[in-house]
């Protein structure tokens, strides 16, 4: 049963839109290509753990607070018996680990050691259950999800998953029986009542309406490579095709998404969109599908 689904985070559909529309600081394009490959191995991740037959609360993407500290949990499975906490990593390629340390074997360099944050994770998680008056065992795993991860020199006896003892692990979690009641329940929703929320728009506030590049973008592969006539766009790029009015639809989603506090007017609907270059079009998709608001100077729509 999943409680928490896992929709694709704020900021990782924030960077793509304004990848697509200016160029990103270099540290931000690393953040980008980071965050969706973790996204798209926690998906993974979801498939499996949503697979297994024994009842359980699936609770995804989990950001709690412990003792004043944030956590952020990739998943978390409430059963009987222990309760399984993973961190999954889609780390591509080779790496190897020395004295405690994980390096990336191309770059040599040091990067983030997921067993320590995974020991962080459990050890805040435990502080909270307990403060909760829960008391329940907690098993915790990093999972390496990407079957072309190699970790070279790879400790013994630590709680480390390897793409290809991953299909081992899940039978086994797939025998363990498991009956639920009252209490993970009460758990389960507590945990995602308190789950936090937090905005990355402050860290991108200087990317401004004016700054970034007008025109429809293609729906599917965020490109200006669209061609337009008065019915339909055509993506010269990946081939999609959209009808006019959802892709206006579309555009007025996208600036809600970067410019949360922007009011929606036509006009400044229509210099977004620039390529549509009939305001009737954008005035009539906007009364179709939004509601309008406001006297006749000053429409704006919601
Ligand atoms: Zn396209």
């Known amino acids: 049963m999943i409680l928490k689904d896992r929709p694709e985070p704020l900021e990782l559909r924030l960077l793509k839109l304004l990848d697509?529309?200016?160029?990103?600081?270099?540290?931000?394009?690393?953040?980008?290509?980071n965050k969706a490959k973790g996204y798209e191995g926690e998906k993974v991740f979801d498939l499996l753990t949503e697979k297994l037959a024994p009842p359980s609360y699936l609770l995804h993407d989990l950001l709690l607070?412990?003792?004043?500290?944030?956590?952020?949990?990739?998943?978390?499975?409430?059963?009987q018996g222990p309760i399984y906490l993973f961190e999954v990593?889609?780390?591509?390629?080779d790496f190897y680990y020395e004295n405690g340390r994980f390096y990336s074997l191309t770059s040599n360099k040091e990067i983030k050691n997921p067993l320590l944050q995974l020991e962080?994770?459990?050890?805040?998680?435990?502080?909270?259950?307990?403060?909760l008056g829960y008391r329940m065992a907690i098993e915790a795993y990093v999972i390496f999800i990407n079957p072309k991860f190699h970790l070279y020199q790879s400790p013994m006896n630590q709680p480390i998953v390897y793409p290809n003892q991953l299909p081992d692990f899940m039978s086994k979690l797939n025998r363990k029986s498991s009956t639920l009641n009252g209490h993970h329940k009460s758990l389960a929703e507590q945990l995602?009542?308190?789950?936090?929320?937090?905005?990355?728009?402050?860290?991108?506030?200087?990317?401004?309406i004016d700054r970034l590049k007008k025109g429809v973008i293609c729906g599917g592969c965020h490109s200006f490579g669209v061609s337009i006539n008065d019915r339909y766009l055509q993506c010269r790029v990946c081939g999609h095709r959209e009808g006019i009015d959802a892709a206006v639809v579309r555009a007025v989603e996208e600036i809600r998404l970067l410019y949360p506090h922007e009011r929606i007017t036509t006009n400044l609907v229509f210099e977004w969109c620039e390529s549509i270059d009939s305001k009737k079009t954008i005035r009539r998709v906007l009364k179709q599908n939004l509601v309008c608001n406001g006297k006749t100077k000053g429409l704006f729509y919601e």
Request: hydrophobic share 25%; proline share 2%.
């Open 65 to 79: 607070e412990s003792n004043n500290s944030q956590f952020q949990m990739d998943s978390l499975m409430i059963r």
């Open 20 to 33: 697509a529309r200016t160029v990103l600081e270099e540290k931000e394009k690393k953040s980008l290509h």
């Open 120 to 131: 962080r994770c459990e050890s805040l998680l435990r502080q909270l259950l307990q403060s």
């Open 192 to 208: 995602v009542s308190m789950h936090q929320t937090e905005s990355p728009y402050e860290k991108y506030s200087k990317y401004s």
């Open 89 to 93: 990593k889609n780390f591509e390629g």
